[in-house]
């Protein structure tokens, strides 16, 4: 069983930044792959990036240039760094772990990842 605790999130103006946080209760050396998922209201839940363990990433094409993941070994902990934020970034936004995956193609995929954090709310105004 793996915990991921989320943290960041917050109110900004548009074109402000926030650096999002995921503490996971293991080793993350040892997951397969992270990602940042988001929900915004009545919409359905979307990947925003992902990182699998070999480093490849994969971004919403709308966050490109905006949106960075990384990770951090000794901290057990994946961040995403939110730049350029525009009100359409408003959401819910959850990590998610899979302890293993396929292909690194499948790091796209929201059954790969078996593990979820509660969410943390960011809101962006105009």
């Known amino acids: 069983q793996v915990q991921l605790v989320e943290s960041g999130g917050g109110s900004v103006q548009s074109g402000g930044s926030l650096t999002l946080s995921c503490t996971a209760s293991?080793?993350?050396?040892?997951?397969?792959?992270l990602a940042w998922y988001r929900r915004a209201v009545a919409n359905s839940r979307e990947q925003v990036a992902a990182?699998?363990?070999?480093?490849?990433?994969t971004y919403l094409d709308s966050v490109k240039g905006r949106f960075t993941i990384s990770r951090d070994y000794a901290q057990n902990t994946v961040y995403l760094q939110m730049n350029s934020l525009k009100p359409e970034d408003t959401a819910v936004y959850s990590c998610?772990?899979?302890?293993?995956?396929?292909?690194?193609?499948?790091?796209?995929?929201?059954?790969?990842?078996?593990?979820w954090g509660q969410g943390t709310q960011v809101t962006v105004s105009s």
């Open positions: 998610a772990a899979a302890p293993w995956v396929p292909t690194t193609q499948h790091i796209r995929l929201i059954p790969t990842y078996r593990y």
């Open positions: 990182i699998s363990r070999n480093g490849v990433t």
């Open positions: 293991t080793d993350i050396s040892s997951i397969n792959a």
